[in-house]
């Protein structure tokens, strides 16, 4: 069975930093990987991707602020958050793309791991 679960989420003032994980597991092998964010009344956005190879893509609001990591070997990508402002408080997603020798290449997500900054 696919996984893909994430981890870190909280409560955190504005200034401050968090660290989220996401894990996937259940397939035969695991591809590009990335954060995604919806904030209330926001539709679904990228935050950052990261492939096998360890090139990442960064948002315009993640760049200089958001570093993305993986550890291939336990399918594991990181997103270390710091600088958090109230804006970046929203739900956030990992997807995973991921083999199955069932059905090839398929799109997985996480159930979301909720990230609040505030005073």
């Known amino acids: 069975q696919v996984q893909v679960v994430e981890s870190g989420g909280g409560l955190v003032q504005p200034g401050g930093s968090l660290r989220l994980a996401c894990a996937a597991s259940?397939?035969?092998?695991?591809?590009?990987m990335g954060w995604y964010r919806r904030a209330p009344g926001k539709q679904r956005e990228l935050v950052a991707s990261?492939?096998?190879?360890?090139?990442?893509d960064y948002s315009e609001s993640a760049k200089g602020r958001f570093t993305i990591s993986r550890d291939n070997a336990k399918h594991t990508i990181y997103l270390q958050m710091n600088s958090l402002t109230p804006e970046d408080t929203a739900v956030y997603y990992c997807?995973?793309?991921?083999?199955?020798?069932?059905?090839?290449?398929?799109?997985?997500w996480g159930q979301g791991t909720q990230v609040t900054v505030s005073s």
């Open positions: 997807k995973a793309l991921i083999f199955r020798r069932e059905v090839g290449w398929s799109e997985y």
């Open positions: 259940g397939g035969f092998d695991v591809n590009g």
């Open positions: 990261i492939t096998t190879g360890l090139s990442t």
